[in-house]
């Protein structure tokens, strides 16, 4: 007796087979796939790149203040945070060193006394104020403290 025979069309068993054509349309849309994402992830990386706080908080010690000469500035990474410390005549002052535009990494410019996003120009003065492109606002300030010549900041 054959049971496949013996049994409704509803209820047999068929079995699944791939095709060749089938089988190279998958790996080759995988592929795809993987290069896309090789591509757009460090791509968001470099976008987004130290937008998060760390866990750590509280007054950090930076350096030594006669490691920034005085019109200078220094790039810094406290608690998981990019900071930008500047030295004037009177003062040290910390602000954030993401642009408030789109997150890129500023840099300050001795020359023009000003910080500058190298991404879409945006500058910004000695007080973290927007002077002139895209960003829409100024760059988050840090408290700062200056004890027996080191500078600490507050993160």
């Not at 007054?59 to 019109?71: A, P």
């Amino acid at each position: 007796m054959n049971n496949a025979a013996e049994q409704p069309s509803c209820c047999r068993v068929r079995e699944k087979t791939i095709s060749r054509r089938d089988f190279i349309d998958l790996f080759i849309k995988g592929g795809l796939l993987v290069t896309l994402a090789g591509m757009v992830l460090p791509a968001l990386n470099y976008i987004w790149p130290v937008t998060r706080r760390g866990p750590a908080g509280g007054l950090q010690e930076v350096c030594k203040l006669d490691d920034i000469l005085v019109g200078g500035a220094k790039k810094v990474t406290l608690a998981g945070s990019a900071l930008i410390i500047l030295r004037t005549p009177n003062e040290v002052k910390a602000f954030s060193a993401v642009c408030t535009h789109l997150g890129c990494l500023v840099d300050w410019d001795s020359q023009k006394r000003s910080i500058m996003c190298p991404c879409h120009a945006g500058t910004f003065d000695m007080n973290g104020r927007v002077v002139s492109g895209p960003p829409p606002k100024p760059l988050p300030e840090h408290v700062v403290k200056v004890i027996d010549g080191k500078i600490f900041v507050t993160v």
